[in-house]
């Protein structure tokens, strides 16, 4: 995160955005699985298993973490084939998986059609990646935190490390994201996820233009 320029920052700020607005109201219309925190939901598919909470749950749970799956390897390869402007091309990836969630959902209101925007969201890990690790994670917190808090223990000791608000930054956007996705959920329902469409549009065309013809995403301090 810190390696990145501080335009780079704020692009991933706002990815987190989108993620957390998307993950509320795939959340909200799935009744409490999740579609870009795969660490939650792998928890409750255990406890479905292990539990009485049944088949059908364990199954749509299993179902969002492949999906989620492959919208990773897709990522992956976007960024394979199509080295120069790869994180435009997954961001107009992710804008065409979501667009057809809602279509689909528009025709067959079901929690497959939600389910796919989880393709969306594990295409998102590759927006910022280098040497074949990603660098910036903006559909998953817990490592943010951590390094967070490492951070921030270290200013405190006195220690001359990097600073710990970005990570405090891309929290907060996923927070703030998720808490409009609710807000937009309760009064437009699942079709709210045109705002997640529009956002990723947007992204993808500041990539494209970024820097003159660079790739945020490669872009160093």
């Known amino acids: 995160m810190v390696s990145h320029d501080r335009t780079s920052q704020l692009v ?21 699985a999740f579609v870009s925190f795969m660490s939650g939901n792998s928890t409750s598919f255990a406890v479905a298993v292990g539990g009485d909470t049944g088949i059908q749950a364990a199954a749509l749970l299993m179902l969002i973490i492949l999906l989620f799956v492959l919208g990773v390897m897709a990522g992956t390869l976007i960024r394979h084939f199509e080295a120069r402007f790869a994180s435009a091309v997954i961001l107009l990836f992710m804008a065409i998986v979501l667009t057809i969630s809602l279509a689909l ?11 796919l925007t989880a393709v969306a969201m594990g295409a998102a890990n590759n927006v910022f990646v280098r040497k074949g690790e990603v660098s910036i994670g903006v559909t998953y917190m817990t490592g943010t935190l951590v390094k967070f808090a490492q951070l921030l223990a270290g200013r405190l000791l006195g220690y001359p490390v990097a600073h710990w608000l970005p990570y405090l930054g891309l929290w907060l ?9 609710t807000l937009c959920y309760r009064h437009f329902g699942f079709p709210s996820i045109v705002v997640s469409i529009v956002a990723c549009l947007l992204f993808a065309t500041a990539f494209r233009h970024g820097n003159g013809q660079t790739d945020l995403a490669t872009t160093v301090k």
């Not at 959902?105 to 389910?115: D, G, L, N, V």
């Not at 956007?173 to 996705?181: N, P, Y």
């Open 12 to 32: 991933a700020i706002g990815l987190a955005t989108v993620a957390g607005f998307t993950d509320a109201i795939g959340f909200l219309s799935l009744g409490g």
């Open 173 to 181: 956007g996923l927070v703030g994201g998720a808490i409009l996705g």
């Open 105 to 115: 959902y528009a025709y067959w209101p079901t929690s497959f059609a939600i389910a």
